[in-house]
């Protein structure tokens, strides 16, 4: 991945034997989510005599409300980002003692899918086991607890690529102390405001109502659509714009630009790196910029940096990348 800046991650491999379930979910407590249809983990275990080393089982469902399958049956690539999620604060909760009334505050993201052909939708759900690594910072205490979460990624028993996250999960009272920090404003939630979003063709969604987008008044820029009754992209109650969307937006904006730029080609998200730099407000418009950075002659690859901002306050910032599908296809 020549053009990309993204961050390159030490991986490995846990040896360890170990055995792994995949017939029910985790308890949704332990993910953070309020509906069980939801949790994608089905098990995990430490590995013994590896404190920090475990193993997460998931199963990716080949239809979903929200992450769903694109024109050629590639697996969305937000579903190892959700499961990435989920498998950092349920390591967290089960193997490191953080109470599950913490909340959890994420600091960066990256992923890469390096072999997109495996994401292909096929007869059955596709079974997933994260060969993770969960590195608590220094400083630790009863409130607070720094780490990232490194893993190698395998789908069906081979490996797909590679994710790391880096969260701070603490009590409620600093929690509290965080947002006020941060100046957070409390207001009412953005009520929905009738705008021309833009076609869910456009942005790699299967489904308008998942559209988050609608075009600005510069090429690149975005208005980001907030509706806190969506039921995907507002999982739970949440009282800052979700990371999760923030995510998803980047995506999107990053299919519509290439979608102009590249005409005939289509194009899948195979990397992303996301950093977070303030809460987003629910009272204040979210805008979205983006920007294609150079084409990768030899793999067809395309970048793509987005950031978000309320304001003058930057909210979050991403480098992407894209490969066309007819390339993923034969990778």
């Keep these: 991945m020549s053009i990309s800046t993204l961050p390159v991650r030490t991986t490995f491999t846990n040896t360890a034997p170990c055995s792994l379930g995949f017939d029910q979910t985790v308890p949704r407590q ?23 080393s475990v193993r997460i089982a998931a199963q990716w469902p080949r239809h979903h409300a929200l992450y769903q399958p694109d024109a050629q049956r590639f697996s969305d690539p937000m579903l190892l980002v959700e ?6 604060i349920y390591t967290a909760h ?15 993201l990256d992923f890469r899918i390096e072999e997109p052909a495996l994401l292909r939708i096929g007869g059955a759900p596709l079974r997933v086991v994260f060969d993770g690594r969960f590195s608590p910072e220094d400083g630790r205490t009863d409130t ?4 990232r979460f490194d893993a190698a990624v395998e789908v069906d028993g081979r490996r797909c690529g590679q994710g790391s996250v880096r ?21 009412a939630p953005v009520q929905p405001v009738p705008r021309t979003l833009l076609p869910a063709s456009e942005v790699g969604q299967a489904r308008p109502e998942n559209v988050l987008l ?7 820029t975005y208005a980001m659509h907030l509706d806190t009754s969506h039921p995907g992209y507002f999982e739970h109650a949440c009282d800052h714009v979700p990371g999760m969307a923030l995510i998803e937006a980047f995506r999107q904006a990053g299919h519509q630009l290439l979608r102009h730029s590249a005409r005939s080609d289509t194009h899948v998200m195979t990397a992303c790196a996301v950093s977070f730099d303030a809460f987003g407000e629910l009272d204040a418009p979210v805008t979205i910029h983006a920007d294609e950075g150079p084409k990768e002659a030899r793999s067809g690859e395309r ?11 930057t909210l979050a910032r991403a480098t992407s990348v894209y490969l066309p599908h007819r390339t993923a296809a034969s990778r």
């Design 144 to 147: 607070r607890l720094a780490a």
């Design 30 to 52: 332990l993910v953070h989510r309020a509906g069980v249809t939801e949790v994608f983990l089905t098990d995990g275990v430490q590995i013994q005599g590896e404190s920090r």
């Design 94 to 108: 089960r193997f490191h003692g953080v109470p599950q009334h913490h909340r959890f505050i994420f600091c960066d």
């Design 167 to 187: 969260l701070l999960a603490v009590g409620e009272r600093l929690y509290t102390a965080l947002r006020r920090r941060r100046n957070a404003s409390f207001g």
């Design 83 to 88: 499961t990435l999620r989920q498998a950092a």
């Design 303 to 313: 970048l793509v940096r987005v950031s978000a901002a309320q304001g003058e306050r």
């Design 214 to 220: 609608s075009r600005g008044t510069t090429p690149g």
